[in-house]
């Protein structure tokens, strides 16, 4: 009997009939944000408490000068108001076609209400809300500079579920 394997992407696709797209590769300087004690073994440099304050401080980064940020289970850490000024910095100090790819509890998880500590609760549709209205970015002076390029709930229990996201920096 022979073996055969099946890529997620494919399966995905015969299981659900429909397709996700690709994730983009991380590419240039990738910075980690809050990675607790599990770094991931990819990301150049990491930000993270007591060293950094996320509640505060600015991201230390030259504008357009980081290739990736990545961020698992951390923005949900941060009211609605702090999260948009962490995304705004994250916009600047991404470089164009740079991605920000973010894993945080999704809202119908056990997970989302667990951590006493969470602040923000997320659905599949809380970006496109962030980036489309006004009203959540008061001082806004332009328009959004990141897109959804990948968006999914994944989880292998309903405890567990999580929202999975890579946004992208616009070339132009």
């Known amino acids: 009997m022979s073996s055969k394997t099946i890529d997620f992407h494919s399966l995905f696709q015969y299981g659900m009939k429909r397709s996700i797209p690709a994730l983009l590769p991380l590419a240039g ?7 607790g004690n599990t770094p991931t073994p990819w990301a150049d440099c990491t930000l993270d408490w007591p060293e950094w304050d996320g509640d505060k401080a600015p991201l230390p980064f ?3 000068s980081l290739g990736a940020i990545v961020a698992f289970h951390f923005l949900e850490h941060f009211t609605g108001a702090r999260v948009i000024a ?29 951590d006493l500590d969470h602040k923000s609760f ?3 549709d809380t970006w496109k809300t962030l980036m489309r209205n006004t009203r959540y970015d008061k001082h806004r002076e332009r328009p959004w500079r ?12 309903e405890r567990n579920l999580a929202l999975l996201t890579q946004l992208v920096k616009d070339v132009a």
């Open 86 to 114: 962490l995304l705004r910095e994250c916009e600047r100090a991404l470089r164009p076609g740079g991605t920000l790819t973010v894993v945080v509890p999704h809202r119908l998880g056990a997970l989302s209400v667990e």
């Open 122 to 124: 997320w659905t599949e």
């Open 62 to 64: 030259k504008d357009e």
């Open 29 to 35: 300087v990738v910075l980690e944000l809050g990675p």
């Open 146 to 157: 990141l897109s959804v390029g990948f968006n999914a709930i994944v989880g292998v229990a």
